[in-house]
């Protein structure tokens, strides 16, 4: 892999993705203004934008014209934004910092900060129906989409992830709960994100298969170099502080396995991964190389 050319690859579609968003975005709001505001500020607070760059590659790996599903792509990081949101409210996770910046309810207060997740999450589905959508993608295959992402961030994926998390911290746990843990809480919207791109693609359903596959190892490698960014990483380039997960007796990967016991488990699951690639052959070299990326990211 060349480091340089995934990077470029990964700037340019995040360009793309930060201008649907200013397009997409309500404008106005008149006495309601205030909740626009900071949706807006967390939603432009920066971000790797990987969920709806996820979409897109999906999607590409069938049909050429990405652009044609950019409001889908926006929904998938608005509901993104609106999580980190409310997870760092004082009564979640607790945090001051996202994305370099105070957090939402730090930066407004913390019923602004409700709100404006709960209008994020709205909005993502106003934007799964939206026109520019619909004139131009089956709309079959967008509310088979929009089914596969209700699925992984509703009560039996990210929420349900997130309410064991919260009821894990500061106890003994198991790998097999943490294991459930993650594939709720990150897994399945990340491995939602590659595969409703390929489905609003009308995609074979033997590729939506093999995605899915991959799609569950990367989600799992990103959250366990996530934790481990947590005690590696460094302030700056994450944008948040780190060893949080250590403060609150977060249940992780380190916490359990050990520094090195995670980065060897992390090099086995890119290796599965890149294996469950295999049969899309050249086609997904880029998927290929975003693996490798991510695996040794550094924020
Ligand atoms: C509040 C329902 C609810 C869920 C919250 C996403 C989440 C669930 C919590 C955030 C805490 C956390 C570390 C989750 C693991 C997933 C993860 C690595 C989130 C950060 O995503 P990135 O790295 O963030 O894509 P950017 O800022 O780049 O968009």
Redesign the pocket.
């Given at each position: 892999m060349i480091i340089s050319e995934i990077k470029s690859f990964l700037e340019e579609k995040r360009s793309i993705v930060e201008r649907a968003l200013d397009q997409y975005f309500p404008k106005g709001g008149k006495y309601g203004k205030r909740v626009l505001d900071a949706s807006l500020y967390s939603l432009k607070a920066?971000?790797?934008?990987?969920r709806p760059i996820l979409c897109l590659m999906g999607y590409e790996l069938y049909k050429p014209n990405s652009e044609d599903i950019l409001p889908f792509a926006c929904g998938l990081e608005c509901i993104?934004t609106y999580?980190?949101i409310?997870?760092d409210l004082p009564s979640?996770?607790d945090d001051d910092l996202r994305?370099g910046k105070p957090s939402c309810h730090k930066a407004f207060d913390e019923a602004t900060a409700i709100l404006a997740g709960d209008g994020l999450l709205t909005l993502a589905f106003e934007l799964f129906t939206h026109q520019d959508l619909i004139k131009r993608v089956n709309p079959s295959a967008v509310i088979q989409a929009i089914n596969k992402v209700a699925k992984a961030v509703g009560l039996k994926g990210?929420?349900g992830?997130?309410m064991a998390d919260l009821l894990a911290e500061g106890k003994r746990g198991s790998l097999k709960k943490l294991h459930w843990i993650h594939k709720h809480?990150?897994v399945a919207f990340i491995e939602a994100s590659l595969v409703s791109g390929a489905i609003l693609a009308s995609a074979p359903k033997d590729e939506i298969n093999i995605l899915s596959r991959f799609g569950n190892k990367l989600g799992l490698i990103?959250?366990i170099v996530?934790d481990l960014l947590d005690l590696l990483g460094d302030e700056k380039t994450l944008g948040k502080p780190i060893k949080s997960d250590l403060k609150r007796q977060k249940l992780t990967y380190p916490s359990i396995l050990g520094i090195e016991e995670t980065k060897r488990i992390t090099k086995e699951l890119t290796n599965e991964a890149l294996t469950n690639l295999e049969p899309l052959g050249e086609r997904a070299k880029l998927l290929k190389d975003l693996t490798l990326y991510l695996s040794e990211r550094m924020n």
């Open positions: 920066g971000g790797k934008r990987i993104h999580s980190l409310h997870d979640m996770d994305r990210m929420v992830g997130q809480k990150t990103f959250q996530d």
